[in-house]
């Protein structure tokens, strides 16, 4: 038995028993963070999003009639396109608005955009700068919210993460991840993630660039009932010694460009090289949400060794989100 299969027998062997899932996902009418599902939601989620991307043709036209809104105040590849591409290919179909067509609460204030494109939609992803801002579209919609990303979460990247992991181990529970590089929103989301699915999360950051502790707070408690550990350190080779997943960011996210000198001194040992790969675990698949700054946060040799996973990572977003959009929109409506 090779390594690779140990591993995952030893994952099987140690995984907890789940909780049922409840029959309507994601209790919250939106979907802002990953602080409102449960592992059952989370495995429901998973399994939905399997069997989509086996047979995707046993879904079409599952959401024909249904709108989703994209208003987005950041650029996007990932998001935007596989949001696009899961509503066409589940029969909907989605309006796009760039922050040129509409700056949000510029030309009009945020919840009256928030009225208006729920008598139009049935879901809307937003993309923005501000949570806050994220947190009041949602206030003022009457249809659910995805959070496409803002500057404290990306609930949908995690998705995405959370699923390849499950792909190439078979399990979630007690896998150990290693998040290398900058505590970020992606960061925070996969806390949350990692925590409620029972996985391990060792984080190296340097110094003053920690998760916060208000979130390290709520995670700690997470990890009581689930049973996950969660580290920190400020050294890269203590966080992937015992690592199935090693994942990296960008060191200089968008907004804040003013920092990158600042950040890519603090950060250079914290690189996803030649030197991590060959310490790490010889299992252990390389993540990275993307887009890639290669030499910086990540080297061409990390990003194209054979044990990459970050462009399933990539195509998994649009499963992830099918399933999630699916959910959404076919549970029972609560008010």
């Known amino acids: 038995m090779s390594k690779k299969r ?52 046993a879904f079409f036209g599952k959401l024909k009639g249904k ?61 923005t700068y501000h949570h806050a801002d994220t947190e009041e579209f949602a206030r003022n919609s009457s249809i659910p919210v995805i959070n496409g990303l803002s500057d404290l979460y990306h609930p949908c990247q995690t998705l995405a993460d959370l699923f390849t992991i499950r792909e190439k181990f078979g ?22 993630g990692a925590s409620k699915a029972g996985a391990n999360l060792a984080i190296a950051t340097p110094r003053g660039y920690e998760p916060s502790e208000e979130i390290l707070k709520d995670i700690k408690l997470i990890c009581k009932e689930s049973g ?14 015992n690592a199935h997943a090693v994942y990296t960011d960008v060191w200089v996210s968008m907004g804040q460009e003013k920092q990158r000198d600042q950040r890519l001194r603090d950060f250079q040992p914290f690189q996803v090289n030649g030197a991590i790969i060959g310490k790490a675990p010889k299992d252990s698949v390389i993540m990275h949400c993307l887009p890639a700054h290669r030499g910086e946060e990540i080297t061409e040799e990390a990003i194209e060794h054979p044990r990459s996973v970050i462009f399933d990572q990539a195509e998994n977003r649009l499963h992830t989100q099918k399933a999630l959009l699916f959910l959404l929109l076919t549970r029972k409506k609560k008010r």
């Open 171 to 192: 399990e979630l529970q007690k896998t150990n991840i290693a998040y290398i590089g900058d505590g970020n929103n992606v960061l925070n989301s996969l806390l949350y």
């Open 6 to 57: 140990k591993r995952k027998a030893k994952l099987k062997s140690k995984a907890r028993k789940r909780p049922k899932s409840r029959k309507i996902p994601f209790e919250a009418k939106d979907f802002l963070s990953l602080k409102e599902a449960g592992v059952g939601d989370l495995d429901l989620l998973f399994k939905l999003a399997e069997k989509m991307k086996k047979k995707p043709e």
């Open 67 to 127: 709108s989703l809104a994209l208003l987005f105040q950041k650029p996007s590849i990932r998001t935007r396109v596989s949001f696009q591409v899961g509503m066409a290919e589940l029969g909907g179909n989605s309006v796009y608005m760039d922050p040129q067509e509409l700056p949000l609460g510029e030309r009009e204030s945020i919840k009256d955009v928030a009225r208006v494109l729920s008598r139009y939609c049935d879901v809307a992803a937003v993309r």
């Open 228 to 241: 996950s550990k969660v580290t920190l350190s400020n050294n890269p080779f203590t966080a992937i010694k």
